[in-house]
């Protein structure tokens, strides 16, 4: 939910919101991965459905969530479910998309997470599937905007502009769709950061 927008002027606030340009760092973002927040297991019961919960679940910051299926023979199209929270700590729920049949894969949510309470998982077709939880190659933004990679300003590794676009995605009712994919691979000790144009004042 968007919270207070306008800004302060000669003591009153304004009714309409003034777009600006807002800066977000992130210090040491762990690589993207498929299996770095829990490890690929087999549960053994993958033949019915069964509920992920752990604290070790929650990503290092908001961003979006990989799911890494093995097994390949008993690989099922089912979806699993992703209950957590946003960046501001409201509750996010997220259909993720399909397995493919009898495939390994890696899925992505299109939501930024800040916490994952538990991640459902339907059954697949035999015990032989694996499931791994990673972090995503997107970083959550703290504030909402629109327009997509034509919201980020600039972007920077440590000290060093990002000579190549980074990807965004946008959204002006949901923060948990804002989010930006770097173009230099993130190596968990560098600091990224990069200004992008918003009007969604904290």
């Not at 991965?33 to 459905?49: K, L, M, R, Y």
């Not at 059954?123 to 034509?150: E, F, P, T, W, Y």
Request: overall charge negative; hydrophobic content about 35%.
């Amino acid at each position: 939910m968007r919270k207070v927008r306008g800004r302060i002027v000669a003591g009153a606030t304004e009714s309409t919101s003034k777009p600006y340009i807002h800066r977000i760092t992130w210090a040491a973002p762990a690589a993207d991965a498929t299996n770095d927040i829990f490890s690929v297991t087999d549960p053994g019961t993958t033949s019915t459905a069964f509920t992920l919960t752990s604290t070790t679940l929650t990503p290092d910051f908001p961003r979006t969530i990989t799911l890494f299926c093995t097994g390949s023979a008993d690989i099922s199209a089912n979806q699993a479910v992703m209950v957590g929270t946003d960046i501001d700590d409201n509750a996010l729920t997220e259909t993720m998309p399909v397995f493919t049949v009898n495939t390994t894969s890696t899925v992505t949510s299109t939501k930024a997470f800040k916490t994952i309470t538990s991640i459902r998982v339907p059954k697949h077709s035999g015990n032989g599937v694996a499931i791994g939880v990673g972090s995503g190659a997107s970083l959550g933004l703290d504030r909402m905007c629109d327009g997509g990679v034509q919201a980020i300003v600039g972007a920077w590794k440590t000290s060093t502009g990002e000579t190549t676009a980074s990807a965004a995605t946008s959204s002006t009712s949901d923060v948990s769709l804002c989010s930006v994919n770097f173009s230099t691979a993130y190596d968990a000790s560098a600091t990224y950061g990069c200004w992008f144009v918003t009007d969604d004042v904290r």
